[in-house]
């Protein structure tokens, strides 16, 4: 069958039948895919393409014939060149209904399942689905002689300024601004990452929901710069609230906001918050879900994953400063954790003392390391947990996994594709029960989900 040709300028009507990972409208145009940023599903468009691939085709909207139901005025007015959400102009009913058709397509495609045997529930939403996000990581550059605060435009490195971001707790957007004027009024420059000149990076605020406190990172190109004692001086004096004031140096050419090195310019070295009752701190790299009232749920979705009798072993895997394995301690004889962020675990084990637990072991290594040599030590967990980044599980974990037989797995996606390629690998000794997709992003196109599995008692006969 030929391909169909489409060439850049052409104009065209499409019907939406779907919308992909990033919140774009997709249609057919002649058997030929075409990608529509900002398109909703059954909506009827005219479109203009504007970049052709050999498997598909991107395009805009340039007119609406046929206008969804569920189409909004988005509330943000740099909703369009920002980079940060992609869903707003999408009711918030329909992002639930979209964040569990991902997962199903991301099934569809990476698995041999049969889908509708899948127990897939209802994503979880938020009663109040903005100002949710307790972290902010603006980036710095000058523009128009003036050093300026904000995202990225999508697929791109253009600063798009921002004065306030609807998801953000407003906590963040204030202090941001305020030590952009700050740097502006003492002459810091931002960093230019064209020249590799400038000091100013990125400016990151961690904000406590339950305990008030604030973490003020400013990530810097170097270490010394002209002005420096004074912005301290300044900033400790203007917010109070800002209990660990950090600096982290991040001389390199990368598109990673931390480097390796960070100091403590005022302050304590951590903040700390509450999260089920228990209370964390956290330094300044380590990782904390972004959206507490939501973590709250998921969390809570874990521990209903699990039965627990209180004579387990739990293996708490990517567990960053502790959370998830900490809230599950008093329910196991003990839990063992591991991540390569050696900032997060030692978050973790002081978090394990904080909170009164002692049957908690955590120590810095990669996951698929550590929990081999376990194995080789004779150690098989009763139930494990995983959290990875949106890579997935190592192969070496899965195939550790597979070989320990853990009764209970919960694994914890944030990238619905890598959770879809693991369970095709991990469905070959453990029962799917069900997937529970939850928002944990409102506004945009990510979706969590939280899978209980179970041990096959005969792997063979269920294949």
């Known amino acids: 069958m030929n391909r169909t040709v489409v060439e850049v300028g052409q104009e065209f009507p499409l019907k939406i039948k779907r919308m992909g990972i990033n919140g774009e409208g997709i249609g057919y145009y002649k058997q030929a895919v075409v990608f529509v940023p900002g398109a909703l599903t059954g909506e009827e468009v005219i479109v203009e393409v504007t970049k052709t691939h050999k498997n598909y085709n991107e395009a ?11 189409r909004v005025v988005p509330p943000c007015p740099i909703y369009e060149t920002c980079g940060g959400c992609e869903l707003q102009h999408l009711a918030y009913s329909g992002q639930l209904d979209l964040k569990k058709d991902l997962l199903i397509q991301a099934l569809e495609k990476h698995t041999n399942f049969k889908i509708e045997k899948l127990k897939i529930r209802d994503t979880i939403g938020m009663d109040e689905p903005f100002r949710y996000r307790n972290k902010s990581q603006f980036q710095a550059r000058m523009l128009d002689g003036r050093l300026k605060t904000g995202l990225f435009g999508a697929n791109s490195h253009d600063l ?31 960093y230019n990452e064209r020249k590799k000149t400038g000091v100013i990076r990125t400016i990151v605020v961690r904000v406590g929901v339950e305990t ?10 170097r270490e010394k710069f002209h002005g420096k004692e004074e912005l301290v001086a300044r900033i400790t004096a203007e917010f109070p609230e800002i209990v660990s004031l950090m600096q982290n140096i991040n001389p390199d050419e990368t598109s990673l906001i931390f480097g390796a090195d960070t100091v403590r310019l005022a302050g304590k070295d951590k903040m700390t918050e509450k999260l089920m009752e228990q209370q964390f701190d956290l330094s300044a790299r380590a990782f904390f879900q972004l959206n507490p009232s939501q973590t709250n749920k998921l969390y809570a979705e874990v521990r209903n994953a699990l039965t627990l009798t209180g004579n387990e072993s739990l293996v708490d895997a990517y567990c960053g400063a502790g959370t998830i394995g900490l809230s599950l301690a008093e329910d196991v004889r003990e839990v063992r ?9 030692l ?7 904080k909170n009164g637990v002692e049957n908690a072991e955590y120590v810095v290594g990669a996951a698929e390391q550590v929990f081999s040599d376990w194995q080789k030590e004779g150690y098989k967990p009763d139930a494990v947990v995983v959290d990875p980044p949106r890579v997935g599980l190592d192969d070496e974990l899965l195939r550790a996994i597979l ?27 453990y029962r799917i029960r069900y997937l529970q997709p939850i928002d944990m992003f409102p506004m945009t196109a990510q979706v969590e989900c939280v899978v209980k599995l179970t041990l096959k008692s005969n792997p063979k006969r269920n294949k």
Do not use: W
């Open 347 to 353: 978050d973790a084990q002081e978090n394990a003392l």
């Open 60 to 70: 805009f909207v340039k007119k609406i014939r046929r206008k969804s139901e569920l």
């Open 403 to 429: 070989s320990a037989k853990p009764k209970q797995l919960v694994y914890v996606s944030c990238n619905p594709s890598t959770l879809a390629r693991d369970l095709a690998v991990l469905e070959k000794r």
């Open 212 to 221: 008030k406190e604030v973490q003020l990172v400013l990530v810097t190109t």
């Open 337 to 345: 954790g591991m991540d390569t962020v050696r900032d997060a675990i």
């Open 160 to 190: 798009v300024p921002i004065e306030d971001c609807l998801v953000q707790d407003p906590r963040t957007v204030r202090i941001t601004n305020a030590v952009r004027d700050h740097l502006n009024d003492l002459g810091i420059k931002a």
